[in-house]
């Protein structure tokens, strides 16, 4: 395990960071060219645009997912009956990848297949759902899309965190009078930090990187206004044949991934203050 840490992750990571500061094309090359890839990445705009809608994108998608995700688990952690049955519904589109669920909900978001036509054909002819049509909303559809995807799996988190919670704390909350939600806001959200901060860092990390979510349902489009980095990078590997431009994008999502990390490695390795 030393060994593949050190060779396939450092290594490769490292061989990539490096063959970003070169000119190379479709194959590697040692032709050293400084922050030339760099400066070409930043003053591009398809770059640009693609930052702007993982900004937008990953925000709407962070806050959403992790709400709702809570909400799902705080129901699901008053005993239902058919509890098991419930989580497997919920968990179920974070089994599928992301290809599958962006062409299910293609095929949902489609004008002339989907809802709008379902809609229109019972009789509601001004019923409009073209979202991944339309440049100003198909971020919106991704959102959706996304957000249906991975709530099933920040709820299983966070029930693994309610869980953990000390049945004796809710009997004293109700002794003394404490509202159920000024409990779970003030009580019980501290005391799940750790979950909460690792959930964040999960989501955060997979935002990063969306790919194939964009891919399969909407390819980027239309025009690039649903263009991400991850393909960004592809695309210049694999189809404009620039293999230095793809790895110094590459490097910057990975730059940005340690943002992420690094706050938290600091709260939860960091020197714990004495209470």
């Known amino acids: 395990m030393v060994a593949i840490v050190l060779i396939v992750f450092i290594g490769c990571t490292l061989w990539s960071v490096w063959f970003s500061f070169t000119d190379s094309r479709s194959l590697p090359n040692g032709d050293f060219v400084g922050w030339a890839q760099y400066e070409r990445l930043f003053s591009a705009r398809r770059w640009k645009i693609s930052a702007t809608n993982l900004l937008t994108y990953g925000i709407f998608s962070l806050v959403f997912t992790m709400v709702v995700g809570f909400l799902l688990a705080v129901l699901m952690d008053q005993k239902l009956r058919f509890e098991d049955g419930f989580r497997t519904i919920f968990l179920y589109p974070f089994a599928l990848s992301g290809i599958v669920t962006g062409l299910v909900w293609q095929w949902i978001m489609n004008p002339t297949l989907g809802l709008q036509s379902t809609i229109r054909g019972l009789g509601w002819t001004s019923f409009t759902f073209d979202w991944i049509t339309n440049t100003d909303m ?49 009580i019980v959200l501290p005391m799940m930090r750790g979950v909460i901060v690792t959930t964040l860092v999960i989501v955060g990390s997979g935002i990063v990187r969306t790919y194939d979510l964009v891919v399969a349902l909407t390819n980027g489009g239309p025009g690039l206004s649903s263009e991400v980095p991850a393909k960004y990078v592809i695309n210049y590997m694999f189809t404009a044949g620039n293999l230095g431009q793809a790895l110094a994008a590459s490097t910057v999502m990975l730059l940005a991934v340690f943002v992420i990390l690094i706050p938290w490695m600091i709260i939860e390795f960091g020197p714990k203050k004495a209470h």
């Open 138 to 186: 198909v971020l919106y559809a991704l959102l959706i899309a996304g957000t249906w995807h991975g709530t099933g799996f920040v709820m299983v988190l966070m029930l693994a965190g309610l869980r953990s919670i000390d049945g004796e704390i809710w009997k004293a909350a109700r002794v003394d009078g404490i509202p159920t939600w000024r409990t779970y806001l003030q």
